[in-house]
């Protein structure tokens, strides 16, 4: 039987994944292809270590060039990660024609112009199912599944650590740092969560998005991201109220020509399929032209649900090696990509949820609302606690003579540059304890 | 520009929507594709009639054959639908070495294997994506998202007329026969509604499913499949109150190495992302090993969804074309088919809602419950209204001085087959007024 011979740059979670995975559907996937995916030589930082997954001894070794140059790898699995490094395996493989097949949002969101012209001009499949919502193949989705439709909008929840933390947050109603921990114990959360939690692994995967969806590649360090850092647990609670729930979101919609992008926790409606995602889940919500709403499920990220991502990548390059069309067929877009700027935040339109601790006199509500009057920022609903306002759920009230009051204000669309103006007035305001918390409303009327 | 000639058989609905779609997004395609996708001939059964979408009239014949024969069309879109006519229509086509998109879950599910071998050996591409589930990609997703990973089960709403008529019946508690009627006048149910509100549609559906998931073909016709028609707006209350929703599945899974398939309406948790999809929208969600559980949502049917599913489709095979590898790629499942007899009903182990109406005298609960316990049929709950039972949301109640009660039932997990018989033995209770409502709870616990 054919074999098809694979070199897995990187045998950590993921890669130990690809290995197993590999073996445990060795039977059904010969079947599905009529060869055999061999792993001929794995690149490993250290030698001697414990791991996963059984692994054969001599298949290890430390030299990344080595594992690339074999003439018995058709397929380079690049699993280690990062920019720099992964950026000149990719492109050492690519050279030398080899296939490739990579888990990297972080490589292809800034150096994905260069590592496709590079595959085009020798030549080979560039497979990247797995970058983004793990094993859910929204890449295929994107490119394929919906490749006669005009896409308009997409609104993702695609890092499952900071939606672990928030669907925490809401249901056990404790502050971000305790669920951050708990999140970092139970290993949903990495020892340094910066690029989760902050957005910026959104960012990243939102660029790819952006790239599959609208033939248009964007620098991923221009789009704007808000973390879920500030989220206060009162909030979750006056969300649900409202008859919300508060996720984290990377949005990208065509406006006007342009193409908004965006990554922060927004107020989705509970009727919304996207507020019901769970856990450290991950769920894509495309809004296209001719088939209107969809969505894609499942998991986001995980040894074996990313492992199954780039397996059926090297299943699908394996099979075009077979057909002899490797490297033949368009593989991002397919679309002639052309770079754009995004567009301005400032000209973002949506409604905004704000939380105001004002000292509790008269004519507060009234000064604060003629400021964001002031600004063409209209209100739909205020809500101004008396004395009861509802009691923090993790008990950190502040107690005392001069005790804040809260003004919750529901605003109608308004222009994110106006809403920044009045927040920074009514932050000078001298009636205003704290700043105030602001979440955006990501609202899609399904037609 | 290289052009790839469509013949399109069928000018209908969706066959309109095919025309409107290639028209609307000519520009964009043909920038994907680097080639322009021509209509050059459009078989239908009347020539003169209004239409949904201007066609240019020398188009339009009334000859299937003349329009496959022609040399400049090189796919054949097969839009005609039933069985018969559209099977000897594919074939000719194949014959022909056309290659064919087809939107026809009737013509695969009982004739696919014919048709597939036929694709085979004349070396053409069949390619079907708006046959299940219309817009929503599932085919593609089963067939190369999930390439690498087995199967273990699929729920799906892939009916959507049956989910409108649940959702509504859910939501305004009116009978059945009401509901449908308001789904006719609104197009969301046919003048013949059977296939649908039957489970006749669903189970086709399920068929090609379970060869995209199991590398299994079955005889539709040996599905398990009861209809929705018998659903009463009281169980839609109780469901609620025991946290479920009524929603019509088609279930396929791997039991002991044989394949359990069934189409019937299900009680499913509330907490169930499948208890969230609402109306006309079909979803399906899969769980398979590496991945877990998966859910794949959006418009399941109408002109524009299921068109996109067409044409993109068109796109891929025109691709191939390009590539000159049409053909050349597997494009059911992966998998060698192997025909496979399914798994006895009576086997199906699952959990029981059954509501027995009953006249108002003691004992009559343990007599049905004692027969359900002498058939290993094991009791989880029992709500048992007094005179207080709630109204029917229809207002229909039974009036007169012996007023029947309900007895509700929540059963463990049992065997299909020992219900079957409690429920015979319980009907010949003179004590029993009205056949029992029996809906099967369907439950996946998500790891």
Known sequence: MREIGIGLLGLGNVGAGVVKLLKDNAQAIEARLGARVVVHAIAVRELEKARPVEVDRDLLTRDVAEVIARDDVEI????????????????????????????????????????????????????????????????????????????????????????????????????????????????????????DIGGGDASHKLAILIMLCFGVTVDADEIFVEGIEHLDPIDFVYARKFGYEIKPLAIARQVEGEIEARVHPAMVPQTWLLADVPGAKNALYVHSYALGASMYYGAGAGMMPTAMAAVSDLIEVARNIRAEVAGALPLRSYQALVHQPLRDIAELRCRYYMRFSVVDQPGVLGRITTVLGNHAVSIAQVVQEESARPSRPDGDDTQGTERPVWVVVLTHEAREGNVQQALMQIAELDVVVEPAAVIRIAQYIVP
Request: aromatic content about 6%; some cysteine.
């Open 76 to 195: 380079v699995c690049e699993l280690i990660g990062g920019a720099d490094r992964a950026r000149s395996a990719v492109l050492e493989a690519i050279a030398r024609k080899k296939h490739v097949v990579t888990a990297n949002k972080l490589l292809l969101a800034m150096h994905g112009e260069e590592v496709f012209a590079a595959a085009e001009k020798q030549g080979v499949d560039v497979y990247y199912e797995a970058a983004v919502c793990g094993g859910v193949p929204v890449i295929r989705t994107l490119r394929e599944g919906l490749a006669s439709d005009r896409i308009d909008a997409i609104y993702g929840i695609v890092n499952g650590t900071s939606n672990f933390i928030l669907t925490s947050m809401a249901s056990v109603g404790r502050p971000f740092a305790d669920v951050l921990a708990d999140a970092q114990a139970r290993g949903y959360a990495e020892a340094d969560p910066t690029l």
